[in-house]
């Protein structure tokens, strides 16, 4: 595939808009920039018109799949609907306008609206504060475990382990690690829950946290949560919960009732904010009240009739993103929330678990699901497919893109050998969730009949099967012209 760049596409002297010129009751640009600030020479922009930068950039986001495009079953990160009408509000000047810098006497709105936002999704984790500034779900639970080391540190003990069930999400022990701690296994049991016995042969005196997914990286509920919070506590230990499947449970439980001393929660998989890749995002934590001391600074306080931010957290394990987080993803999630009200959220878990159970149901014929039982809001299933013609499930998921299906997450959680994880979510229709598993079952029968078929996916793409070790390894993120001298 070859597409020009922006900068290839530069003609000397096309302009797509026009500066207006200095004088009249505007003030010169000389008086705006002083002279150390401005450049030397013009920087080297691209010339074309509006019409070239718009198909420019349309045509590239219609080569990406994306959730506008289709269905996207990305099993670990859900991947659901966005509402048009919550970007409207994201976009309204008065918050996208507002400088961060702005004095707090003229931001009550965006205060106001953080210090609800916390108020109501603290209500639904049953948890007692909360801290906007994580940009992610994974450093949300970074700053988690920092709290727990904090915590720890604050009591005086010498507490020196982290137990993670083998069904972890891969930043777990990493978090872990950060934060000075060692990570230790729990292995699942053959119903994929943790393993009750020997998650309590490993607690002791040193265990600070246990981080448990609910529901976990296989798509089933832990339902042993309540115990092992008991075992964990009984030994001054802090249970944290990683809230990233939180889509099967809003409405419904929550993780403060489950026994969690700490959640984090990834507004895109639940709240239908964008997904950050790479970009911004948000993985605001609850904790309960023991914890609120160490959160970082500041946070948004009632004062009087108004909001205030509050330094005053001598504990406080200090700031870990620029001024309150990533505010318009934020607002994307309240959106979503005032929107659905709690009738609303309960209904979108129900919808999701629903689905993937219904989807599971049309394909486990083809597919083996990787444990026994009803699921959550995902799944994870092995294609029944003949190994000796070297097919393997990264064929299967390729050979998806095909019929305008995004492939499902592949070789996770890593105790399923050649999985597959579906999430379909509440986004889509029965009629969407049949198309797709007729899909699958047409893919399983070409595995047994033209093999190759799969190994050349995907072939209705805009590119073929790349290597995906050289595309991650060899960026070409910056393009530099031949001669700079026709493209300035």
């Not at 890593?414 to 079952?441: G, N």
Request: net charge neutral; with cysteine; charged share 25%.
């Amino acid at each position: 595939m070859n597409v020009e760049l922006i900068f290839e596409k530069s003609r000397k002297d096309h302009r797509g808009h026009s500066f207006p010129k200095d004088g009249g009751d505007k003030p010169a640009l000389d008086d705006l920039i002083p002279e150390r600030h401005r450049r030397s020479k013009p920087p080297r922009l691209p010339e074309v018109t509006e019409s070239e930068v718009v198909r420019h950039y349309i045509k590239l986001s219609a080569l990406n799949f994306h959730v506008d495009k289709g269905m996207y079953p990305l099993g670990s990160c859900t991947m659901k609907y966005n509402p048009k009408v919550h970007e409207d509000l994201a976009n309204i000047n008065r918050f996208a306008g507002l400088h961060p810098c702005a004095p707090v006497e003229l931001c009550q709105g965006t205060l106001e609206m953080l210090y609800r936002f916390s108020e109501e999704m603290s209500h639904i984790m049953g948890m007692d504060a909360l801290s906007l500034q994580p940009s992610a779900g994974a450093q949300g639970e970074m700053l988690g475990m920092k709290l727990v080391a904090a915590y720890h540190k604050d009591r005086g003990l010498n507490k020196k382990t982290v137990l993670i069930p083998d069904s972890a999400h891969g930043t777990n022990p990493a978090s872990v690690a950060v934060a000075g701690f060692t990570p230790v296994e729990i292995p699942s049991g053959p119903d994929g829950r943790i393993n009750l016995e020997a998650t309590r042969e490993k607690i002791n005196d040193e265990t600070a946290a246990i981080i448990i997914t609910n529901p976990n990286t296989l798509g089933i509920f832990e339902r042993d949560m309540p115990t092992i919070a008991r075992w964990i506590h009984e030994v001054d230990g802090l249970v944290y919960m990683d809230g990233a499947n939180l889509n099967a449970l809003v409405g419904w439980t929550r993780p403060g009732d489950l026994g969690a001393d700490i959640v984090h929660i990834n507004l895109h998989k639940t709240f239908s904010t964008p997904h950050g890749g790479g970009g911004p995002g948000a993985g605001p934590i609850g904790v309960k009240a023991g914890l609120i001391p160490f959160l970082p600074i500041p946070g948004v306080i009632r004062e009087g009739a108004g909001y205030a931010l509050d330094w005053n957290r001598p504990k406080s394990v200090g700031k870990i993103h620029p001024f309150m987080g990533n505010v318009g993803v934020i607002l994307r999630a309240w959106a979503y929330m005032r929107t659905l009200g709690a009738e609303g959220l309960a209904a979108i878990s129900r919808a999701a678990i629903v689905n993937a159970n219904y989807l599971l149901h049309l394909v486990k014929e083809d597919y083996s699901p990787a444990r026994p039982g009803p699921c959550m809001h995902e799944f994870v299933i092995t294609p029944r497919i003949p190994k000796e013609k070297g097919l393997r499930n990264t064929d299967v998921a390729k050979r998806l893109l095909d019929f305008g299906f995004y492939a499902p997450t592949v070789s996770f959680p890593l105790i399923v050998h050649e999985a597959l994880m579906v999430e379909p979510t509440e986004s889509e229709r029965q009629d969407t969730l049949e198309r797709y598993a007729a899909v699958l079952k047409q893919i399983a029968k070409e595995a047994v009949e033209t093999p190759q078929t799969l190994k050349d996916a995907p072939t209705e793409t805009p590119v073929g099967r790349l290597d995906e070790a050289a595309a991650a390894r060899r960026l070409k993120l910056r393009w530099e012209p031949e001669d700079a001298g026709e493209t300035a």
